[in-house]
C-alpha cells in the first residue's frame, strides 16, 4: 500500500461515521473490565456523531474553510496566464454512460465554471486529475473530453499522473509553464489547494465555486439545530479538509515560493 493510499484509509476510519462507530465499538469492547471509560468512549461516540449531524455545527466547521471570496470577474484577469481546473473525483461506471467512467458532480461543476472563466477572460486551461487505481483512465483525461464534446472548449494542458491535491500542484508545476494561474476548485478545498500550488511555486489567484455556508445570520431557524444527513456531510468534509491540511503540513514539506 502506497502512502496515499495509506492516507485515504487513514482518513476514512477517522472521519465520521466510521470513527464514531469505531470508538463505540472499543467502548462496547471495555465495558466489562473498565465499565466508566467504555461507558464514556461510547458516549463520545454517540454524543459527537449527534453534534456533527447539527447543521448549525457543520456551518461552524466549515465557514473559516470558505473565507476566500469569490473571484471578480468584472476586474480581468488580475495578471493571471491560464486556468486550471482540479478534478474532484469519478463517476465510475454511469450507466446512463453505457457503463463508461464519467466525471463526478462535482467536478463537472468545477468544468462548469471554468468555461465560464474562459469565455470571459480568454485564458488558456489547464485540466489536472490522475488515477488512485492503476489502469483505470485518468481523471484529467475525463474531464478533457466533457470540456471538448459538451462545452467545445479547447484545453492547452492535460495533468494526469496526480493522485491527490499535493500531487495536483507538483505535477502541474512541471507541465504548466506559467507562474500565476486561476485556481479552480470548491471553496471548501481552496485553502488547502492555493497552500499546495504556493508551495510548488505558481501564484494562486482563487476562483472558489461551490459555496456551502453562504448563509444569512437573520434567517437561522429551528431546523439549524435538528439533526440532518446533509450536515453531516458538511462536516464530514469540513473535517476532511482539516485533517487534510495538518497531514499536508506534516508530509510534504514543500519549501514556499519565493
Not at 19 to 31: Q, T
Not at 51 to 61: R, T
Request: positive net charge.
Amino acid at each position: 500500500m502506497s502512502d496515499i493510499e495509506f492516507g485515504y484509509l487513514l482518513k476514512a476510519l477517522i472521519l465520521p461515521p466510521c470513527g464514531n462507530f469505531l470508538c463505540a465499538l472499543m467502548g462496547y469492547a471495555l465495558r466489562r473490565r473498565w465499565p466508566a471509560a467504555g461507558a464514556w468512549m461510547i458516549g463520545l461516540a454517540l454524543g459527537s456523531l449527534f453534534l456533527l449531524s447539527v447543521p448549525m455545527v457543520g456551518l461552524l466547521l466549515a465557514h473559516p474553510l470558505e473565507s476566500t471570496r469569490p473571484f471578480n470577474v468584472t476586474q480581468g484577469t488580475n495578471g493571471a496566464e491560464a486556468i486550471v481546473i482540479l478534478g474532484g473525483g469519478v463517476y465510475p461506471s454511469a450507466p446512463e454512460f453505457g457503463g463508461r467512467n464519467f466525471v463526478h458532480p462535482r467536478t463537472l461543476e468545477r468544468l462548469h465554471y471554468g468555461v465560464f472563466l474562459h469565455r470571459v477572460l480568454n485564458l488558456p486551461v489547464a485540466v489536472v486529475g490522475g488515477s488512485l487505481i492503476q489502469g483505470v483512465e485518468p481523471e484529467g483525461i475525463l474531464m478533457f473530453g466533457v470540456l471538448r464534446r459538451a462545452f467545445h472548449i479547447p484545453v492547452r494542458w492535460i495533468e494526469v499522473n496526480s493522485r491527490n491535491t499535493a500531487e495536483n500542484a507538483t505535477f502541474s508545476r512541471q507541465l504548466i509553464p506559467v507562474k500565476r494561474i486561476l485556481l479552480v476548485t470548491q471553496a471548501l478545498h481552496m485553502a488547502r489547494a492555493r497552500m499546495m500550488f504556493e508551495a510548488s511555486g505558481f501564484q494562486v489567484i482563487p476562483a472558489p465555486l461551490g459555496y456551502r455556508t453562504n448563509f444569512d445570520p437573520n434567517e437561522i431557524s429551528v431546523f439549524d439545530f435538528v439533526p440532518a444527513i446533509n450536515a453531516l456531510h458538511l462536516s464530514h468534509d469540513a473535517l476532511h479538509e482539516y485533517m487534510g491540511i495538518l497531514w499536508y503540513r506534516w508530509h510534504y514539506p514543500v519549501p514556499a515560493a519565493g
